[in-house]
């Protein structure tokens, strides 16, 4: 009976302490979330995002992304509530802007000190709302959530004051890659919801993929920022 007892007593203490190795709190998942805001991760990515105001649905893209190892970005975005596309790439010393079917596109130079073409994915979008955010909100771990085949954590940012303009900044997490998966973000009377249904960090490129091939009759105008 002693020797039953004991086994479990010890059972009982491997499995609670193996439980506890398994759960990680909120700020532990958003902890290399930030860490890797400057980390460049290859990817191609395809999702949507949609923009509700009051409940009423003003805006949704589809977008594909594109980035390699060395940083470069393409980012293609299909606006379904207008009927149009755009078309960004960022080769790492210019970023050119194109809206499809326009004769003119726009060119701008990357300065060192200027990181506006930095954050041209949705991931690097969300990773700076969760910087900005990280000091009013407390975070709240919801459990584990499956969205299109990621295994994700699921978690709510919520404002510690009512006078934040950011009210709840939900986002799922992949347990994998670290990734956000998906994220809904409210300021005001808007709603945006941004879920990406596919992710290749393992991309294989052609030389092509980063070249912005104009028609020739679009005129390219460098802007001066």
Request: proline fraction near 2%; glycine fraction near 4%; include cysteine.
């Amino acid at each position: 009976m002693n020797k039953m007892i004991i086994f479990l007593i010890c059972f009982l203490v491997i499995f609670f302490v193996a439980a506890c190795e398994k759960e990680k709190t909120a700020e532990e998942i958003i902890e290399p979330l930030l860490s890797i805001e400057n980390e460049v991760k290859p990817l191609y990515a395809e999702g949507k995002y949609k923009i509700f105001e009051k409940d009423e649905l003003i805006g949704e893209v589809e977008f594909h992304e594109y980035v390699d190892k060395n940083g470069r970005k393409k980012i293609i975005e299909f606006d379904k509530k207008v009927g149009t596309e755009s078309l960004t790439i960022n080769n790492g010393e210019q970023a050119i802007v194109h809206a499809v079917g326009s004769k003119l596109a726009k060119q701008y130079e990357i300065a060192d000190d200027n990181d506006t073409f930095d954050y041209l994915t949705q991931m690097n979008h969300l990773t700076y709302y969760l910087m900005y955010i990280q000091d009013s909100h407390s975070a709240v771990y919801k459990g584990e959530e499956e969205r299109n085949g990621f295994l994700t954590d699921h978690l709510i940012l919520e404002p510690e004051s009512e006078l934040s303009m950011v009210r709840d900044f939900e986002i799922w997490v992949d347990k994998e890659s670290n990734a956000i998966i998906k994220a809904i973000v409210q300021t005001g009377d808007k709603q945006t919801e941004m879920e990406y249904s596919k992710i290749d960090f393992s991309p294989q490129f052609d030389e092509n993929t980063f070249n912005m091939d104009l028609p020739a009759e679009v005129k390219i105008e460098k802007v001066e920022q």
